[in-house]
């Protein structure tokens, strides 16, 4: 168990985000979690983290809005005084083949996933500096390594996440800040879902492991990184993806 540690992860109002928070919460963390909605998904997250016995503070900010970051991580300093661990996970999607793809619908990717992951960085590392401890970790995704038809704007984002974690990874280190990458693959959520049955099941068959994987397949690798336990790993790009890519 961690004790008196606080831990920041985005976009956890639902999904592989709201698992993390889950279980860094049972691993004794202290939560916070940003939204843009105030809405019933929030407030479950809120209450099954307390349920567990730990505090959640929940702060408004939308990642893609460097002003919204600014202001949402000085409200978590403000309640809590330090961020220990702090959790990119906020992400969208919007496929379709690049022949088709909007210059809006490049863009909108790009600005959450990798300059909302800069957004909330920069505003977090001059207190882990302070500290001289921290640990960051980036959701990239088994796309951002091998590339995906219909995911150019989606894997360009998740692979500059690689880049810019290994670039950080090195100027951080002597201040015991600890950066890695997380490369889920096909991961049960609502990003998910949209997907048909049969496309499901037809890639769970190419998956070494015979089956999708869950939230909690990936929090489990999170709360690892995030934990005593990974002291000597930092730069890394760990994938959590049955077997898929190897
Ligand atoms: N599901 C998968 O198979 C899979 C695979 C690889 C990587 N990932 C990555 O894991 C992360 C979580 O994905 P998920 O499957 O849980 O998706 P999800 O859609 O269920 O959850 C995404 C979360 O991010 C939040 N979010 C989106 N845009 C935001 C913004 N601009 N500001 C603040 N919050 C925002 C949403 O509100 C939601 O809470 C994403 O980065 C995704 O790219 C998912």
């Known amino acids: 168990m961690e004790e008196n540690k606080i831990a920041l992860i985005t976009g956890a109002t639902r999904g592989i985000g709201k698992q993390i928070a889950i279980t860094l919460a049972e691993?004794?963390?202290?939560i916070a979690i940003n939204y843009r909605k105030e809405n019933e998904d929030?407030?479950?997250t809120k209450k099954e983290i307390e349920k567990i016995g730990r505090k959640c503070v929940a702060v408004k900010g939308d990642v893609s809005s460097y002003e919204d970051c600014e202001n949402f991580v000085k409200e978590v300093i403000a309640q809590y005084g330090k961020i220990d661990v702090l959790v990119n996970n906020a992400g969208i999607t919007k496929d379709t083949l690049l022949m088709r793809m909007?210059?809006?619908?490049?863009?909108?990717?790009?600005?959450?996933?990798?300059?909302g992951t800069f957004n909330v960085t920069k505003n977090v590392i001059p207190y882990m500096m302070k500290e001289r401890n921290g640990r960051i970790i980036n959701i990239s995704s088994v796309v951002g390594i091998a590339g995906n038809a219909g995911q150019t704007n989606y894997s360009a984002s998740k692979a500059g996440i690689i880049g810019f974690t290994k670039s950080l990874a090195k100027e951080v280190a002597?201040?015991?800040i600890l950066v890695n990458a997380v490369a889920p693959g096909f991961i049960e959520t609502n990003m998910?879902?949209?997907?048909?049955?049969?496309?499901?099941e037809n890639i769970a068959k190419n998956i070494p492991l015979k089956r999708m994987g869950n939230a909690k397949d990936v929090a489990n690798l999170v709360n690892f990184l995030a934990s005593n336990e990974s002291s000597y790993i930092t730069g890394q790009v760990i994938n959590v993806d049955g077997g898929m890519l190897m």
């Not at 691993?27 to 202290?30: H, P, V």
């Open 27 to 30: 691993n004794g963390f202290d």
């Open 42 to 44: 929030l407030e479950n």
């Open 102 to 115: 909007k210059k809006e619908d490049f863009e909108d990717v790009l600005n959450v996933n990798l300059v």
């Open 174 to 176: 002597s201040r015991n």
């Open 192 to 200: 998910t879902d949209v997907l048909k049955d049969e496309i499901k």
